[in-house]
Protein backbone atom coordinates (compact mmCIF):
# COMPACT_ATOMS: atom_id res chain seq x y z
CA UNK A 1 0.00 0.00 0.00
CA UNK A 2 2.65 2.25 1.02
CA UNK A 3 4.27 1.91 -2.46
CA UNK A 4 1.22 2.30 -4.14
CA UNK A 5 1.03 5.88 -2.91
CA UNK A 6 4.75 6.67 -3.69
CA UNK A 7 3.93 5.64 -7.19
CA UNK A 8 1.03 7.71 -7.45
CA UNK A 9 3.16 10.96 -6.29
CA UNK A 10 5.89 9.94 -8.41
CA UNK A 11 3.73 9.59 -11.48
CA UNK A 12 1.91 13.38 -10.81
CA UNK A 13 5.22 14.80 -9.82
CA UNK A 14 6.60 13.95 -13.58
CA UNK A 15 3.41 15.12 -14.74
CA UNK A 16 3.67 18.35 -13.36
CA UNK A 17 7.38 18.55 -14.51
CA UNK A 18 6.05 17.63 -17.98
CA UNK A 19 3.74 20.77 -18.49
CA UNK A 20 5.76 23.42 -17.27
CA UNK A 21 8.48 22.08 -19.60
CA UNK A 22 5.86 22.20 -22.67
CA UNK A 23 4.43 25.78 -20.94
CA UNK A 24 7.93 27.23 -22.23
CA UNK A 25 8.05 26.12 -25.41
CA UNK A 26 4.75 28.06 -26.07
CA UNK A 27 5.54 31.58 -28.26
CA UNK A 28 4.97 35.06 -27.01
CA UNK A 29 2.47 36.73 -28.54
CA UNK A 30 3.19 39.54 -30.78
CA UNK A 31 3.29 43.27 -29.62
CA UNK A 32 1.08 45.52 -31.68
CA UNK A 33 2.43 48.63 -33.46
CA UNK A 34 1.91 52.16 -32.38
CA UNK A 35 -1.13 54.23 -33.58
CA UNK A 36 0.55 57.52 -35.12
CA UNK A 37 -1.33 60.69 -36.32
CA UNK A 38 0.21 61.82 -39.91
CA UNK A 39 -0.81 64.40 -42.63
CA UNK A 40 0.53 64.62 -46.24
CA UNK A 41 3.66 67.86 -46.64
CA UNK A 42 1.96 70.08 -49.39
CA UNK A 43 3.82 71.34 -51.77
CA UNK A 44 6.61 73.70 -51.45
CA UNK A 45 4.22 76.61 -49.85
CA UNK A 46 2.49 76.92 -46.81
CA UNK A 47 -0.83 75.39 -47.05
CA UNK A 48 -2.07 78.01 -44.43
CA UNK A 49 -0.78 81.22 -46.24
CA UNK A 50 -3.07 83.80 -47.12
CA UNK A 51 -3.27 85.18 -50.54
CA UNK A 52 -4.81 88.32 -51.74
CA UNK A 53 -6.00 88.86 -55.40
CA UNK A 54 -5.11 91.84 -56.76
CA UNK A 55 -4.68 93.87 -60.09
CA UNK A 56 -1.58 95.52 -62.03
CA UNK A 57 -2.01 99.27 -61.70
CA UNK A 58 0.15 102.19 -62.64
CA UNK A 59 2.53 103.58 -60.30
CA UNK A 60 1.80 107.08 -61.09
CA UNK A 61 -2.43 107.46 -62.11
CA UNK A 62 -3.91 110.73 -62.82
CA UNK A 63 -7.31 111.82 -62.95
CA UNK A 64 -8.22 114.14 -65.70
CA UNK A 65 -10.88 116.82 -65.09
CA UNK A 66 -12.11 120.16 -67.04
CA UNK A 67 -11.00 123.20 -65.20
CA UNK A 68 -14.67 124.81 -66.46
CA UNK A 69 -17.74 123.01 -67.01
CA UNK A 70 -20.07 122.76 -70.24
CA UNK A 71 -21.14 120.03 -72.56
CA UNK A 72 -18.51 117.48 -74.05
CA UNK A 73 -18.85 118.08 -77.60
CA UNK A 74 -15.46 115.62 -78.95
CA UNK A 75 -13.74 113.02 -77.19
CA UNK A 76 -10.36 111.96 -79.22
CA UNK A 77 -9.28 108.64 -77.59
CA UNK A 78 -10.89 105.48 -75.96
CA UNK A 79 -9.74 103.15 -73.41
CA UNK A 80 -6.30 101.62 -73.75
CA UNK A 81 -4.65 104.19 -76.07
CA UNK A 82 -1.82 105.56 -75.96
CA UNK A 83 -1.23 109.07 -75.51
CA UNK A 84 1.75 111.39 -75.80
CA UNK A 85 2.39 114.67 -73.73
CA UNK A 86 0.05 117.22 -74.80
CA UNK A 87 -2.08 115.50 -76.88
CA UNK A 88 -6.07 116.45 -77.35
CA UNK A 89 -8.55 114.45 -75.36
CA UNK A 90 -11.43 115.67 -75.39
CA UNK A 91 -13.43 119.06 -75.94
CA UNK A 92 -16.30 121.19 -74.12
CA UNK A 93 -18.16 123.55 -76.20
CA UNK A 94 -17.33 126.75 -75.94
CA UNK A 95 -20.23 129.01 -76.97
CA UNK A 96 -21.34 130.32 -73.33
CA UNK A 97 -17.60 130.47 -72.14
CA UNK A 98 -16.82 132.51 -75.30
CA UNK A 99 -19.63 135.12 -74.40
CA UNK A 100 -18.72 135.53 -71.07
CA UNK A 101 -15.60 136.44 -72.43
CA UNK A 102 -17.16 138.84 -74.57
CA UNK A 103 -18.96 140.18 -71.83
CA UNK A 104 -15.88 141.16 -70.00
CA UNK A 105 -14.11 142.75 -72.81
CA UNK A 106 -17.36 145.20 -72.53
CA UNK A 107 -16.95 145.67 -68.82
CA UNK A 108 -13.41 146.54 -69.17
CA UNK A 109 -14.18 149.41 -72.06
CA UNK A 110 -16.85 150.44 -69.86
CA UNK A 111 -13.77 150.54 -66.64
CA UNK A 112 -11.68 152.54 -68.79
CA UNK A 113 -14.34 155.03 -70.22
CA UNK A 114 -15.05 155.45 -65.91
CA UNK A 115 -11.61 155.70 -65.34
CA UNK A 116 -10.65 158.64 -67.86
CA UNK A 117 -13.56 160.34 -66.86
CA UNK A 118 -12.34 160.48 -63.14
CA UNK A 119 -8.62 161.36 -64.30
CA UNK A 120 -10.14 164.65 -66.24
CA UNK A 121 -12.56 165.58 -63.51
CA UNK A 122 -9.51 164.97 -61.30
CA UNK A 123 -7.24 167.26 -63.60
CA UNK A 124 -9.70 169.86 -63.74
CA UNK A 125 -10.49 170.58 -60.34
CA UNK A 126 -6.92 170.58 -59.47
CA UNK A 127 -6.94 173.65 -61.71
CA UNK A 128 -9.45 175.25 -59.57
CA UNK A 129 -8.22 174.56 -56.59
CA UNK A 130 -5.10 175.90 -57.87
CA UNK A 131 -7.01 179.24 -58.71
CA UNK A 132 -8.62 179.24 -55.23
CA UNK A 133 -12.01 178.46 -56.47
CA UNK A 134 -12.54 175.26 -54.51
CA UNK A 135 -12.19 173.91 -51.35
CA UNK A 136 -9.39 171.41 -50.59
CA UNK A 137 -12.52 168.97 -49.05
CA UNK A 138 -13.95 169.20 -52.84
CA UNK A 139 -10.64 167.90 -54.84
CA UNK A 140 -10.38 165.34 -52.24
CA UNK A 141 -13.63 163.82 -53.47
CA UNK A 142 -12.46 164.01 -57.17
CA UNK A 143 -9.30 162.35 -56.10
CA UNK A 144 -11.12 159.95 -54.39
CA UNK A 145 -13.32 159.16 -57.54
CA UNK A 146 -10.54 158.79 -59.70
CA UNK A 147 -8.73 156.28 -57.15
CA UNK A 148 -11.94 154.00 -57.58
CA UNK A 149 -12.48 154.12 -60.72
CA UNK A 150 -9.21 152.71 -61.13
CA UNK A 151 -9.35 150.06 -59.24
CA UNK A 152 -13.13 149.06 -60.80
CA UNK A 153 -10.76 148.75 -63.97
CA UNK A 154 -8.04 146.97 -62.38
CA UNK A 155 -11.08 144.18 -60.81
CA UNK A 156 -12.62 144.39 -65.05
CA UNK A 157 -8.81 143.35 -66.52
CA UNK A 158 -8.60 140.97 -64.39
CA UNK A 159 -12.21 139.49 -64.59
CA UNK A 160 -11.34 139.31 -68.70
CA UNK A 161 -8.17 137.81 -67.93
CA UNK A 162 -9.88 134.49 -66.20
CA UNK A 163 -12.33 134.20 -68.68
CA UNK A 164 -10.17 134.30 -71.49
CA UNK A 165 -7.98 131.88 -69.93
CA UNK A 166 -11.53 129.55 -69.57
CA UNK A 167 -11.42 129.91 -73.41
CA UNK A 168 -8.28 127.60 -73.08
CA UNK A 169 -9.52 124.95 -70.52
CA UNK A 170 -12.09 123.96 -73.20
CA UNK A 171 -9.98 121.30 -74.25
CA UNK A 172 -8.77 118.57 -72.40
CA UNK A 173 -4.67 117.62 -72.93
CA UNK A 174 -2.53 114.79 -71.66
CA UNK A 175 -0.01 115.91 -69.15
CA UNK A 176 2.44 113.23 -69.60
CA UNK A 177 3.02 110.12 -71.91
CA UNK A 178 0.77 107.63 -70.89
CA UNK A 179 -2.17 105.24 -71.47
CA UNK A 180 -6.07 105.94 -70.57
CA UNK A 181 -7.00 103.09 -67.69
CA UNK A 182 -10.72 104.63 -67.35
CA UNK A 183 -13.11 107.03 -69.23
CA UNK A 184 -16.48 108.30 -67.24
CA UNK A 185 -18.07 110.44 -69.68
CA UNK A 186 -18.87 110.62 -72.92
CA UNK A 187 -19.83 112.64 -76.24
CA UNK A 188 -23.10 115.38 -75.15
CA UNK A 189 -22.69 114.91 -70.96
CA UNK A 190 -22.84 117.97 -69.27
CA UNK A 191 -20.12 117.68 -66.92
CA UNK A 192 -19.49 120.40 -63.89
CA UNK A 193 -15.68 122.01 -63.22
CA UNK A 194 -13.43 119.40 -61.30
CA UNK A 195 -15.30 116.21 -62.52
CA UNK A 196 -13.23 113.64 -63.44
CA UNK A 197 -13.81 112.53 -67.13
CA UNK A 198 -10.65 110.07 -67.58
CA UNK A 199 -7.66 108.14 -65.86
CA UNK A 200 -4.63 108.36 -67.09
CA UNK A 201 -1.80 106.11 -66.42
CA UNK A 202 1.90 107.28 -66.64
CA UNK A 203 4.41 104.94 -68.32
CA UNK A 204 7.02 103.28 -66.27
CA UNK A 205 6.83 101.48 -62.74
CA UNK A 206 3.72 99.26 -62.40
CA UNK A 207 2.39 98.24 -58.53
CA UNK A 208 -0.43 95.47 -57.58
CA UNK A 209 -3.38 96.95 -55.72
CA UNK A 210 -5.05 94.64 -53.12
CA UNK A 211 -7.76 94.78 -50.83
CA UNK A 212 -6.92 94.15 -47.26
CA UNK A 213 -9.88 92.85 -44.90
CA UNK A 214 -10.46 94.00 -41.04
CA UNK A 215 -9.44 90.84 -39.51
CA UNK A 216 -5.68 91.02 -41.02
CA UNK A 217 -4.85 94.88 -41.02
CA UNK A 218 -2.70 93.84 -38.04
CA UNK A 219 -0.52 91.25 -40.23
CA UNK A 220 0.18 93.83 -42.68
CA UNK A 221 2.31 96.89 -42.44
CA UNK A 222 4.51 99.12 -44.85
CA UNK A 223 7.89 97.83 -45.88
CA UNK A 224 6.92 94.02 -45.23
CA UNK A 225 7.87 91.70 -48.67
CA UNK A 226 5.49 90.64 -51.03
CA UNK A 227 5.30 87.46 -53.57
CA UNK A 228 3.23 88.07 -56.74
CA UNK A 229 2.12 85.86 -59.08
CA UNK A 230 0.27 86.44 -62.49
CA UNK A 231 -2.67 84.18 -63.02
CA UNK A 232 -2.31 84.84 -66.97
CA UNK A 233 1.02 83.34 -67.70
CA UNK A 234 2.07 82.16 -64.27
CA UNK A 235 4.98 85.37 -64.21
CA UNK A 236 6.63 85.64 -60.78
CA UNK A 237 7.88 88.47 -59.63
CA UNK A 238 8.68 90.38 -56.17
CA UNK A 239 7.85 93.63 -54.21
CA UNK A 240 7.07 95.41 -51.15
CA UNK A 241 4.15 97.15 -49.64
CA UNK A 242 4.86 100.43 -50.55
CA UNK A 243 1.38 102.14 -49.27
CA UNK A 244 -1.65 101.49 -47.41
CA UNK A 245 -4.86 103.17 -46.58
CA UNK A 246 -5.34 104.03 -43.18
CA UNK A 247 -8.66 104.44 -43.62
CA UNK A 248 -11.22 101.40 -44.95
CA UNK A 249 -13.29 101.93 -47.99
CA UNK A 250 -16.54 103.13 -47.11
CA UNK A 251 -18.75 100.49 -49.18
CA UNK A 252 -16.11 97.32 -49.17
CA UNK A 253 -14.84 97.95 -45.44
CA UNK A 254 -11.20 96.74 -46.87
CA UNK A 255 -8.11 98.92 -46.81
CA UNK A 256 -6.36 99.27 -50.09
CA UNK A 257 -2.59 98.52 -50.14
CA UNK A 258 0.03 98.87 -53.14
CA UNK A 259 2.34 96.34 -53.64
CA UNK A 260 5.90 97.82 -55.58
CA UNK A 261 7.02 95.57 -58.17
CA UNK A 262 11.04 95.69 -58.12
CA UNK A 263 11.60 93.36 -60.72
CA UNK A 264 8.48 93.58 -63.00
CA UNK A 265 8.92 95.11 -66.74
CA UNK A 266 7.54 98.66 -67.11
CA UNK A 267 5.12 97.14 -70.01
CA UNK A 268 3.07 94.99 -67.77
CA UNK A 269 -0.57 94.90 -69.36
CA UNK A 270 -2.38 96.91 -67.21
CA UNK A 271 -5.50 95.36 -65.14
CA UNK A 272 -4.27 92.14 -65.16
CA UNK A 273 -4.84 89.67 -62.34
CA UNK A 274 -2.56 88.64 -59.84
CA UNK A 275 -2.18 86.50 -56.54
CA UNK A 276 -0.03 88.64 -53.65
CA UNK A 277 1.78 86.51 -50.66
CA UNK A 278 2.68 88.95 -48.10
CA UNK A 279 5.39 88.37 -45.09
CA UNK A 280 6.23 85.27 -43.87
CA UNK A 281 4.30 83.70 -46.04
CA UNK A 282 6.61 84.17 -48.96
CA UNK A 283 9.45 82.01 -47.58
CA UNK A 284 10.12 78.89 -49.33
CA UNK A 285 8.63 75.86 -47.21
CA UNK A 286 5.57 73.66 -46.17
CA UNK A 287 3.57 74.18 -43.26
CA UNK A 288 3.13 72.24 -40.89
CA UNK A 289 2.12 71.62 -36.97
CA UNK A 290 4.70 72.62 -34.58
CA UNK A 291 4.05 68.95 -32.68
CA UNK A 292 5.67 67.64 -35.83
CA UNK A 293 9.24 69.15 -35.02
CA UNK A 294 11.55 66.79 -33.18
CA UNK A 295 14.13 68.90 -31.73
CA UNK A 296 17.63 67.50 -31.00
CA UNK A 297 19.97 70.01 -29.81
CA UNK A 298 20.56 72.84 -32.77
CA UNK A 299 19.09 70.07 -35.36
CA UNK A 300 15.90 70.03 -36.42
CA UNK A 301 13.96 66.38 -37.60
CA UNK A 302 10.38 65.20 -38.68
CA UNK A 303 9.60 61.97 -38.26
CA UNK A 304 8.58 60.31 -42.40
CA UNK A 305 6.51 57.22 -42.83
CA UNK A 306 7.43 54.99 -45.04
CA UNK A 307 6.88 51.34 -45.35
CA UNK A 308 4.76 51.18 -41.84
CA UNK A 309 8.23 52.68 -40.20
CA UNK A 310 9.41 55.79 -39.05
CA UNK A 311 12.63 57.83 -40.16
CA UNK A 312 14.38 60.83 -39.38
CA UNK A 313 14.83 63.78 -41.70
CA UNK A 314 16.69 66.99 -40.76
CA UNK A 315 15.00 69.82 -41.75
CA UNK A 316 15.33 73.76 -41.70
CA UNK A 317 13.00 75.74 -40.05
CA UNK A 318 12.75 79.06 -42.04
CA UNK A 319 9.80 80.60 -40.05
CA UNK A 320 7.62 80.19 -36.78
CA UNK A 321 3.80 81.07 -36.83
CA UNK A 322 1.18 80.70 -34.33
CA UNK A 323 0.15 76.98 -34.41
CA UNK A 324 2.70 76.04 -37.50
CA UNK A 325 6.36 76.40 -38.75
CA UNK A 326 7.71 76.32 -42.38
CA UNK A 327 10.22 73.93 -42.97
CA UNK A 328 12.31 72.83 -45.95
CA UNK A 329 14.03 69.89 -46.38
CA UNK A 330 10.73 67.85 -46.50
CA UNK A 331 10.11 65.44 -49.96
CA UNK A 332 6.70 66.78 -51.45
CA UNK A 333 4.10 64.61 -50.49
CA UNK A 334 5.45 63.04 -47.71
CA UNK A 335 3.77 61.58 -44.77
CA UNK A 336 4.99 62.91 -41.53
CA UNK A 337 4.35 61.77 -37.96
CA UNK A 338 2.31 64.83 -36.33
CA UNK A 339 1.80 64.37 -32.87
CA UNK A 340 4.06 61.98 -29.75
CA UNK A 341 6.99 61.96 -32.19
CA UNK A 342 9.31 62.07 -28.64
CA UNK A 343 7.83 58.19 -27.88
CA UNK A 344 9.31 56.85 -31.20
CA UNK A 345 12.61 55.68 -32.34
CA UNK A 346 14.54 55.84 -35.55
CA UNK A 347 13.02 52.94 -38.03
CA UNK A 348 10.27 51.94 -35.46
CA UNK A 349 7.06 49.98 -37.47
CA UNK A 350 4.09 52.25 -37.06
CA UNK A 351 -0.15 52.68 -37.80
CA UNK A 352 -0.78 55.62 -39.16
CA UNK A 353 -4.47 56.89 -39.02
Not at 101 to 115: F, G, H, M, T
Not at 258 to 282: N, Q
Not at 312 to 331: E, H, I, S, W
Request: proline residues 3%.
Amino acid sequence: MRYGVRSILALLLAGLLVSAAGCGDAPPKDVQAPLVRTQRVAANEAARTVNYAGSVRGRYEKNLAFQVGGRIIARAVNVGDRVESGAALMEIDADDITQRANQADAQVSAAQAQLDLAASNLARYRELYAAQAISEAMLDQYRTNERAAEAAYRQAVAQDTASHNALGYTNLVAGADGVISNITAEEGQIIAAGQTVMTLTQEGEREIEIAVPESRLAEVSVGMPAAVALWANSAAYTGILRELSPVPDAATRTYTARIALTDAPADLPLGMTARVRLGASVQDGAAIPLSALYQTGDTAQVYVVEDDAVHLVPVTVTAFRTNDALVTGLPQGARIVTAGVHQLHEGEKVRTK
